[in-house]
């Protein structure tokens, strides 16, 4: 159990066009996620905290208006790439938490396997 | 000053090696400490957590976090080639709460 998916695992476009990439949690309805990106041979950036039904918190220095992120239901969040340039290709993560913890107190999040971007 | 210092590595061992893996921090809002695994190209697993100081056995894992010196390690016994991966620790001021993450070190196990 408490699988999350992402969709698409991997997209190229153009620069200038937007994208969207969709994190589902499976088998559990996740109060909160987060969307994280990842450079080659860095750590996970947190970007912003989405809460089901409600605007996301984002971190300091990431754009809003760039990275949008809906969290309509308890198992779908999103989040859409304005006006991509190649300067946001990277690793895209996103990760749910709720009441699927299977590690006793601790409230753990699940991650997703992660969305490559490139921008060309 | 990173909130969360981890050498990245790369650190290369042969098989059945024990493995060390370090990480210090400056917020002593932490109270939840979680190391992940993370293959290329795929999203972080989470190995174990603990909360607060102490140690934590599973297997070929043990994690120890030590909140005087604000320093929590990750040891591997009987290392295998199929652990080779990058090791993540994170933390969280609260259950479920954001996370903040090391570098990620780099491991290989040679066989």
């Known amino acids: 159990g408490a699988v999350v998916s992402q969709h698409p695992s991997w997209v190229i476009c153009k620069s200038g066009t937007s994208v969207k990439i969709e994190c589902r949690s499976l088998d559990f309805q996740a109060t909160t996620m987060f969307w994280y990106r990842q450079f080659p041979k860095q750590s996970l950036m947190l970007m912003a905290t989405?809460?089901?039904?409600?605007?996301?918190?984002?971190e300091q220095g990431v754009e809003k208006d760039k990275f949008l992120i809906n969290h309509a239901s308890l198992t779908l969040s999103t989040l859409t790439v304005t006006s991509a340039h190649p300067e946001d290709s990277s690793f895209y993560i996103c990760s749910a938490n709720g009441l699927a913890g299977t590690t006793g107190a601790y409230n753990e999040q699940f991650f997703g396997p992660g969305t490559r971007l490139t921008v060309l | 000053q990173k909130e969360v210092e981890q050498d990245p590595g790369p650190l290369s061992v042969p098989e059945g090696a024990i493995v060390s893996l370090n990480c210090t921090y400056s917020?002593?809002?932490?109270?939840?400490f979680m190391w992940y695994r993370q293959y290329s190209r795929k999203g972080p697993e989470l190995l174990m957590y603990t909360y607060s100081s102490g140690n934590k056995e599973d297997g070929r894992f043990t994690a120890q976090v030590d909140k005087s010196s604000k320093y929590i390690s990750l040891f591997i016994r009987d290392s295998q080639p199929s652990d080779s991966a990058t090791y993540l620790c994170?933390?969280?001021?609260?259950?479920?709460?954001?996370?903040?993450f090391g570098e990620g070190t780099q491991l290989t196990v040679n066989p």
């Open positions: 917020n002593s809002a932490f109270q939840y």
């Open positions: 989405s809460n089901e039904g409600s605007k996301a918190t984002y």
């Open positions: 994170a933390m969280s001021g609260t259950s479920g709460s954001r996370l903040t």
